[in-house]
């Protein structure tokens, strides 16, 4: 094959395809050869390529296969046009069955954004549901009154799931977030631990840092983490707000309240949050040791120590703290 005829053959291959390819590109868009599910089939760039194209290639091997002939209308001019046709009607003969190639492709991207649509739209159903849910089992817990110290509603502050549910709400139910309720789990594990330490303290310098340096922090340290309004607003506005020097750091340092009741109430009403939170979640809290059962439940916390040591706290050390700073 000569380098003329060579030339002339990639000519009468690229032409049509250039011509139409930008025609199309004129006419929908250089984009809408790439199928959009969100478009119909009519503006789909590929369909019509997939149309034209082979017609294109139809008449430019056609008319080379029908040079030097004639039109005649009869039996031996169709047969006769069959025969010199065969490449220009194999062209032609693509167009259906591309056509359906590019259908078929286009239904299944939309299948596919409609499945993904579903898919997006169940998920956030769900994470707003399993969100709902959480607000609707906590509402049905009754308002408890833990011995006068302390009245608590069982309220979710809005914070609450986002915190100890971790997930996107397109990513349908979320999942626990376990560092966080491990953490609250460790921390009234301390909070147990600190309030034993004070109520069986009886060295009033040691009783007070056990107390305002590490119960009470640690309370309301449950208190932000949960959300608990009755502490950190209620229970708190009854404390002392001292500032001290510690270990050469000065910070304020605020009590739960002022008796042994408002500091265990604060203990138990965070521990039964705590407990109906995991209920809800399907977390499984470690049993609390027996010998600090007693701050849990029961009345004995209030004789371990004759006087007490919390209300002595605030008669004299705290007091004259207080009346320092003044």
């Known amino acids: ?52 194209l082979p017609i294109s290639y139809f008449f430019v091997f056609g008319f080379i296969a029908w040079e030097g002939y004639t039109i005649e209308i009869s039996s031996k001019g169709l047969i006769k046009f069959f025969e010199i046709s065969k490449i220009p009607l194999t062209f032609i003969s693509l167009a259906l069955p591309l056509t359906i190639l590019v259908a078929r492709f286009h239904s299944t991207e939309q299948t596919a954004t409609q499945i993904a649509i579903t898919s997006h739209k169940n998920n956030l159903d769900s994470f707003y549901a399993h969100r709902k849910e959480m607000f609707s089992y906590f509402s049905q817990l009754e308002e408890t009154d833990y011995f006068g110290a302390l009245t608590a509603e069982f309220k979710v502050h809005p914070r609450l799931h986002k915190n100890f549910f971790v997930g996107a709400p397109n990513e349908g139910i ?23 330490a004070v109520l069986t303290c009886n060295e009033p310098e040691l009783a007070f840092d056990l107390y305002l340096l590490n119960a009470c922090v640690t309370i309301h340290s449950l208190s932000r983490t949960l959300g608990l309004r009755e502490i950190y607003q209620n229970v708190a506005s009854q404390g002392v707000l001292l500032r001290l020097t510690v270990r050469g750091t000065d ?46 439940t029961g009345g004995k916390f209030r004789t371990i120590n004759t006087p007490k040591v919390i209300e002595q706290l605030h008669v004299n050390k705290i007091s004259r703290l207080l009346q320092e700073q003044v």
Not at 174 to 184: G, M
């Open 174 to 196: 979320p999942e626990l977030n376990q560092v966080l309720f491990k953490q609250v789990e460790s921390t009234l594990a301390s909070a147990r631990m600190e309030i034993d």
């Open 251 to 296: 910070d304020e340092y605020l009590s739960v309240g002022t008796t042994t009741d408002q500091l265990v109430a604060s203990y138990r009403y965070a521990h039964d949050y705590f407990q109906n939170l995991c209920d809800f979640a399907g977390y499984t809290i470690e049993p609390t040791p027996d010998n600090h059962k007693y701050i849990q």
């Open 1 to 52: 094959m000569s380098l003329t005829n060579l030339v002339h053959l990639i000519t009468i291959v690229l032409i049509p395809l250039l011509a139409v390819v930008g025609g199309i590109g004129v006419v929908l868009g250089p984009s809408s050869f790439k199928l959009d599910a969100k478009n119909g089939l009519l503006n789909q760039g590929l369909l019509w390529l997939a149309i034209l």
